[in-house]
């Protein structure tokens, strides 16, 4: 049994390091046909487009996300409604941004519009769904300015002790 054991340990450790040496062989094994192929997915640019570009993002936190936590049909309506309305708002467009309801069966639903831990719009949202549209589109618009007063502010004001939800 213990010669079992170790006969399969050394196989194990055998087949380990064969693979990571054919792992770390060069990619010119393939034939010239073929490398030229494989060189050609790795470029960044193609005849079929331009140079892919990475951002400039100093922050390794994902933007531009509309985060749906609504429930019933006219909170659904109202988010469908403000994501269409704010997808081609740059300001919106590159704020994480999460859209809560709060359904009451008897005075519809609270909608509130947040960033973070901030909140930007609060409503009571009737359960027609006809006035969600209209609505949405006041959202977008206070949001928006909410954004581009946060982003002065914060560009007036910096302290470096203070992370940027600390600062308001």
């Not at 930007?120 to 909410?146: H, K, W």
């Not at 946060?150 to 600062?167: I, N, P, V, W, Y």
Request: one cysteine or more; hydrophobic letters at 40%.
């Amino acid at each position: 049994m213990y010669l079992l054991r170790c006969c399969l340990i050394f196989l194990a450790i055998y087949f380990l390091l064969t693979t990571s040496v054919l792992a770390n062989e060069p990619a010119s094994s393939l034939p010239i046909n073929e490398q030229a192929e494989v060189d050609a997915i790795n470029e960044l640019s193609s005849p079929d487009g331009p140079e892919v570009q990475g951002h400039s993002n100093r922050s390794s936190e994902l933007t531009g996300i509309m985060v749906d936590r609504t429930v019933t049909m006219a909170g659904k309506t109202f988010y469908r409604a403000f994501s269409q309305q704010a997808m081609d708002n740059l300001i919106i467009g590159n704020a994480t941004i999460t859209i809560q309801e709060r359904p009451d069966a008897r005075w519809g639903s609270q909608i509130a519009v947040l960033e973070g831990n901030r909140l930007y719009f609060r409503t009571q949202l009737s359960p027609r769904i006809s006035e969600a549209d209209q609505v949405a589109g006041e959202a977008v618009q206070v949001v928006e300015e909410a954004l581009i007063r946060q982003q002065l502010a914060s560009a007036l004001t910096s302290d470096k002790d203070l992370g940027k939800e600390e600062l308001f």
